[in-house]
């Protein structure tokens, strides 16, 4: 029960490790606010959390500034405080074509979501948790933000960016004991890699899935989470400023074709 009497948003709580997520810190005592695009999804995730959890959920878009700062406030009313932020919410833009190659809108659009979406929810967050002395954010990069080869090129910048942020709001809130980290999930089976399960599914591929990471397999959202609450609970207390890979060993070698039997 690390997070009993505590706060908790997670955003693109609707599926994946945003689920996985909400339904962890429920579990371990979190009253949580749920955030997603998707508001029927986010009603029957709320309705099969434990009921002490008291969750509640809104819809919106994370890149409208606007809805966010209404969305903070709106929890705290609630809720009477908030000591996690998970900034979540992500998409791909499943676009992999070249720098060349790559529209305007699809950078706009990815990162408006990506890492405008994470500005905006840590800083009216941050503001709550700076007055309360005390908090802790998680942001979810990926390893596509930290080598080459796990995302398109707007996708992997946008995952770096969050990366850097999650530093330098570290350095900005460390003297209010506000605490910011991030998790960098490898192959992890969710509803923005499905288009990828499905393919190597149809091609009977399956089995190569994850097969490049050092423990030969893909990873499970719940996986992520559990790595999600530590970072977000009491037992991270001396962590801050860390980007932590949850890949399976995926960024500790150069992982390059042919190099593993």
């Given at each position: 029960m690390r997070f009993e009497n505590k706060v908790a948003i997670?955003?693109?709580?609707?599926?994946?490790?945003?689920?996985?997520?909400?339904?962890?810190?429920?579990?371990?005592?979190?009253?949580?606010?749920?955030?997603?695009?998707?508001?029927?999804?986010?009603?029957?995730?709320?309705?099969?959390?434990?009921?002490?959890?008291?969750?509640?959920?809104?819809?919106?878009?994370?890149?409208?500034?606007?809805a966010v700062e209404k969305c903070v406030d709106d929890v705290v009313a609630h809720f009477g405080r908030l000591d996690v932020l998970c900034n979540n919410a992500g998409i791909s833009g499943g676009d992999y074509s070249p720098i060349t190659d790559t529209r305007t809108e699809v950078w706009q659009q990815i990162l408006s979501v990506n890492i405008m979406g994470a500005v905006h929810f840590t800083k009216y967050a941050a503001r709550v948790m700076r007055d309360q002395r005390g908090g802790a954010i998680v942001n979810t990069a990926s390893v596509a933000g930290v080598r080459s080869g796990a995302g398109g090129n707007a996708y992997s910048a946008s995952k770096a960016a969050v990366i850097n942020l999650t530093q330098t709001c570290a350095c900005d809130l460390g003297e209010w004991n506000v605490r910011v980290n991030a998790v960098c999930p490898g192959l992890i089976e969710t509803g923005m890699t499905a288009p990828v399960f499905e393919r190597a599914r149809a091609a009977g591929k399956e089995d190569k899935l994850g097969s490049r990471c050092e423990l030969r397999r893909y990873g499970r959202p719940q996986e992520v989470a559990a790595v999600i609450a530590f970072l977000a609970s009491d037992d991270a207390s001396y962590v801050t400023g860390q980007a932590l890979p949850v890949d399976g060993g995926n960024t500790a070698s150069l992982n390059l074709p042919g190099m593993k039997v």
């Open positions: 997670v955003t693109g709580a609707a599926s994946g490790i945003g689920r996985a997520t909400a339904e962890r810190l429920a579990a371990e005592g979190a009253r949580v606010a749920l955030v997603d695009r998707n508001e029927a999804a986010l009603a029957e995730v709320a309705a099969s959390l434990p009921a002490q959890s008291g969750a509640w959920f809104r819809a919106l878009d994370i890149a409208n500034e606007a």
